[in-house]
């Protein structure tokens, strides 16, 4: 990768859209605006304000009227001189403005080129980069609310967590080597240090743990006798014939999954085959599938037909189930008038709609009683390894010297140290450009 050279990146989201942006950086930004901008003197003259004016191709012709700013080097995101481009958003005028800035020597930047420049040069930390790689992967708005201060935190954490190994460190190392010269109490305030720190580990390992959840987002069954309604509400849930619906009580044999963000967390819905007693084969098989899968999701919605009730043989499924998270939904609502049910029973229609967004906000408040609340971390894969690792050596190093065995525990003390080591090493500008920038759009 040349820095040298002048690039040029969407800014926007490509396709058809109100306005899109296209951004240059780099030497050659001038010269873009002299040929290409109409009012290219004035603008020049006047970094960081916003001009109005017409957008020409290479021969001078008037081709969109757009809104042009210009960032004078040093004072831009990148360090060197900007220009943005703010067009109509039509495919044509980005061709025709692309073509030109490569027809001027200016070419495309690689991803995150613009922000890897803006940290070459000074204008963000490595742990400002990180934590805009983390804003930009943050799918959900739960996951976006806490993207910023994650890597604060984590960096924080992590830091302290060190410092405190090398200083427990320094004590232990000297026992080992002159044991006769460090006294018994030594011993046990040592043991007593680690306790803090590992229950400080232990609280940030479950705060990753929420946030690889919230990421890696929830199950959540949709159960019951055939006939019940399950394809019907998974449809209704999706806005979209998905499952294939008929009065035939059978019709689902296997397992459809389909996501879905339900107020801010990403769940993961499961349309299965109805349960119920049977001796053909491929009904079983079904059934069988359909336990296994509700048995392990995080909440299971165990549907029954409301005007029929609830049936023994639904007892029967739900003992068989052993889940301690299932809501009751009584389906068919406009089938019948008014119904006495057990308490907690949620009452719905796929037909009219009634009870659905009701049961959404249950399900959602269920869910996030998994989650505490806002206190959670989002986390690259990596980085939540890593604190799975650092605590469990932990674990094993209290054991250890709980033991005795004190060159042993200091040895795995060293192991957590390598591996907070590891998340934050820097072999060179390469590796930082593939394990951060490399993952950013283009334009940014
Ligand atoms: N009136 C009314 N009919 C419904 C409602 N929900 C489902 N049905 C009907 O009930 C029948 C069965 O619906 P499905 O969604 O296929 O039921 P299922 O539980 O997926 O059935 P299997 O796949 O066989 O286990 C269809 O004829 C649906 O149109 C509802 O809320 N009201
Ligand atoms: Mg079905």
């Not at 396709?15 to 010269?31: D, F």
């Not at 799918?139 to 806490?146: A, D, H, N, P, R």
């Not at 119920?276 to 079904?286: F, H, L, P, Q």
């Not at 037909?305 to 609830?310: E, L, Q, S, Y």
């Given at each position: 990768?040349?820095?040298?050279?002048?690039?040029?990146?969407?800014?926007?989201?490509?396709?058809?859209?109100?306005?899109?942006?296209?951004?240059?950086?780099?030497?050659?930004?001038?010269?873009?605006?002299?040929?290409?901008?109409?009012?290219?003197?004035?603008?020049?003259?006047?970094?960081?304000?916003?001009?109005?004016?017409?957008?020409?191709?290479?021969?001078?012709?008037?081709?969109?009227?757009?809104?042009?700013?210009?960032?004078?080097?040093?004072?831009?995101?990148?360090?060197?001189?900007?220009?943005?481009?703010?067009?109509?958003?039509?495919?044509?005028?980005?061709?025709?403005?692309?073509?030109?800035?490569?027809?001027?020597?200016?070419?495309?930047?690689?991803?995150?080129?613009?922000?890897?420049?803006?940290?070459?040069?000074?204008?963000?930390?490595?742990?400002?980069?990180?934590?805009?790689?983390?804003?930009?992967?943050?799918?959900?708005?739960?996951?976006?609310?806490?993207?910023?201060?994650?890597?604060?935190?984590?960096?924080?954490?992590?830091?302290?967590?060190?410092?405190?190994?090398?200083?427990?460190?320094?004590?232990?190392?000297?026992?080992?080597?002159?044991?006769?010269?460090?006294?018994?109490?030594?011993?046990?305030?040592?043991?007593?240090?680690?306790?803090?720190?590992?229950?400080?580990?232990?609280?940030?390992?479950?705060?990753?743990?929420?946030?690889?959840?919230?990421?890696?987002?929830?199950?959540?069954?949709?159960?019951?006798?055939?006939?019940?309604g399950?394809?019907s509400l998974?449809?209704t849930?999706?806005?979209?014939?998905?499952?294939?619906v008929?009065?035939?009580?059978?019709?689902?044999?296997?397992?459809?999954?389909?996501?879905?963000?339900?107020?801010?967390?990403?769940?993961?819905?499961?349309?299965?085959?109805?349960?119920?007693?049977?001796?053909?084969?491929?009904?079983?098989?079904?059934?069988?599938?359909?336990?296994?899968?509700?048995?392990?999701?995080?909440?299971?919605?165990?549907?029954?037909?409301?005007?029929?009730?609830?049936?023994?043989?639904?007892?029967?499924?739900?003992?068989?189930?052993?889940?301690?998270?299932?809501?009751?939904?009584?389906t068919k609502k406009d089938l019948?008038?008014?119904?006495?049910?057990?308490?907690?029973?949620?009452?719905i229609s796929n037909l009219s709609g009634f009870g659905i967004?009701?049961?959404?906000?249950?399900?959602?408040?269920?869910?996030?009683?998994?989650?505490?609340?806002?206190?959670?971390?989002?986390?690259?894969?990596?980085?939540?390894?890593?604190?799975?690792?650092?605590?469990?050596?932990?674990?094993?190093?209290?054991?250890?010297?709980?033991?005795?065995?004190?060159?042993?525990?200091?040895?795995?003390?060293?192991?957590?140290?390598?591996?907070?080591?590891?998340?934050?090493?820097?072999?060179?500008?390469?590796?930082?450009?593939?394990?951060?920038?490399?993952?950013?759009?283009?334009?940014?």
């Amino acid at each position: 990768m040349d820095i040298k050279d002048t690039i040029y990146g969407e800014m926007t989201f490509p396709g058809r859209s109100a306005l899109r942006t296209i951004r240059v950086s780099g030497e050659l930004s001038q010269k873009a605006v002299t040929r290409l901008f109409d009012r290219g003197s004035a603008l020049l003259k006047n970094p960081n304000r916003v001009f109005n004016g017409k957008l020409l191709d290479l021969r001078g012709k008037v081709v969109d009227d757009i809104v042009c700013i210009f960032f004078q080097k040093p004072k831009s995101y990148t360090g060197e001189d900007i220009v943005e481009f703010h067009c109509h958003g039509s495919e044509g005028i980005i061709r025709i403005l692309s073509s030109s800035l490569e027809s001027l020597g200016i070419r495309k930047a690689k991803n995150g080129e613009f922000s890897f420049r803006a940290f070459l040069e000074g204008k963000i930390s490595l742990k400002e980069a990180r934590r805009l790689k983390k804003i930009m992967e943050a799918q959900t708005e739960l996951e976006s609310s806490v993207a910023f201060e994650s890597q604060d935190i984590i960096e924080r954490e992590l830091g302290f967590i060190k410092e405190k190994i090398i200083k427990l460190l320094s004590i232990w190392e000297a026992r080992i080597d002159f044991p006769e010269e460090v006294p018994q109490k030594e011993t046990n305030r040592w043991k007593d240090e680690l306790i803090p720190l590992q229950k400080r580990i232990k609280k940030l390992l479950e705060k990753s743990a929420s946030g690889k959840k919230i990421r890696e987002g929830f199950k959540v069954a949709i159960f019951g006798a055939p006939n019940s309604g399950k394809s019907s509400l998974f449809n209704t849930l999706l806005g979209r014939e998905r499952a294939i619906v008929t009065p035939h009580p059978g019709t689902t044999r296997d397992i459809l999954e389909e996501t879905l963000d339900v107020e801010g967390i990403p769940i993961t819905f499961l349309d299965m085959a109805g349960v119920r007693n049977t001796s053909r084969k491929i009904e079983k098989k079904g059934v069988e599938k359909a336990l296994k899968e509700a048995k392990i999701a995080d909440l299971v919605l165990f549907l029954f037909d409301g005007k029929k009730g609830w049936k023994k043989s639904d007892e029967e499924f739900l003992a068989l189930l052993s889940q301690k998270n299932v809501i009751k939904v009584a389906t068919k609502k406009d089938l019948y008038k008014k119904k006495v049910f057990s308490e907690g029973v949620f009452e719905i229609s796929n037909l009219s709609g009634f009870g659905i967004s009701r049961l959404l906000r249950k399900i959602s408040s269920e869910l996030k009683k998994n989650i505490p609340d806002n206190n959670f971390l989002f986390l690259q894969k990596e980085e939540y390894s890593t604190i799975e690792k650092v605590s469990s050596l932990f674990n094993e190093a209290y054991l250890t010297i709980s033991k005795g065995e004190d060159a042993l525990s200091a040895d795995l003390l060293k192991r957590a140290l390598f591996e907070i080591d590891r998340l934050f090493k820097i072999d060179s500008f390469e590796s930082i450009y593939d394990s951060i920038f490399s993952d950013f759009c283009i334009g940014k």
